[in-house]
């Protein structure tokens, strides 16, 4: 697994090999599963990481995260949701903030259909993670100097207010449209390996979103940033192979 000791998988030169072998195929732009098309020069970008990951890239990288985690049989039922979710639900905030009775207010459908968290903030990524047993979303950050805790809470609180009421609109069972409409808790997770690029932090929140899902909070907080160059690769080694194929 990506960031985890001991490391699980091939050697260096296997995985450069078949990095070089993918981008070798890289004939056309990949399609990915929600339409978005990336390049070659996308892909080169991403593994360089000399300027900040875009948002397309980001996107299309959760798509392949929430891919290889449906078919991980292993996993508690969880999802990933990608920037345009943010985004579509932080624009109906003033809407839902005018609202008398906010049980009343119809979320878009486009936020319906989408249902999952990483976000962007001023251009430098973070992962929010979600916890609806304990009513929390948990911020974390690889790069916490460049906010504080105070402004990150004040741009994440719109979500914060309206994903009680979104959830309870798409339960899929009587206790979920039942949960409490108060507001959910904002807390910045601590000890989470730091980066000091901002043009790093878009492949370690995805790569801190996976560990996160898969070995719950530990797997963050203990994740190597050593081999960040080797793991970039193989991520687009496996996203050229899933989108190409």
Request: charged fraction near 25%; hydrophobic fraction near 40%; charge should be neutral.
């Amino acid at each position: 697994m990506i960031g985890q000791t001991p490391a699980v998988g091939d050697t260096e030169n296997a995985v450069l090999q078949r990095f070089e072998k993918a981008m070798k195929a890289f004939k056309r732009p990949l399609t990915c599963v929600d339409g978005t098309m990336l390049t070659s020069k996308d892909i080169s970008e991403m593994v360089g990481r000399q300027k900040s990951m875009p948002a397309k890239v980001m996107d299309s990288l959760c798509m392949l995260g929430r891919h290889l985690l449906r078919d991980d049989s292993r996993k508690p039922r969880l999802d990933v949701l990608d920037t345009k979710f943010v985004s579509m639900l932080t624009k109906l905030y003033p809407k839902f903030s005018r609202t008398d009775n906010r049980a009343d207010f119809k979320f878009s459908k486009a936020v319906i259909d989408k249902i999952e968290g990483r976000g962007e903030v001023d251009r430098h990524w973070v992962f929010l993670a979600v916890d609806l047993s304990s009513r929390k979303i948990q911020i974390i950050n690889c790069n916490a100097n460049l906010r504080t805790d105070a402004s990150m809470k004040t741009e994440i609180r719109p979500i914060a207010e309206m994903l009680p009421y979104l959830f309870r609109q798409v339960a899929a069972n009587d206790e979920m449209s039942q949960v409490a409409s108060t507001q959910y808790e904002i807390a910045r997770v601590a000890d989470v390996p730091q980066v000091n690029s901002t043009h790093d932090a878009g492949l370690v929140a995805y790569f801190l979103m996976l560990s996160h899902a898969i070995f719950g909070m530990e797997g963050s907080t203990d994740f190597d940033l050593t081999h960040i160059d080797l793991e970039a690769k193989k991520v687009a080694t496996v996203g050229s192979y899933l989108y190409l194929c």
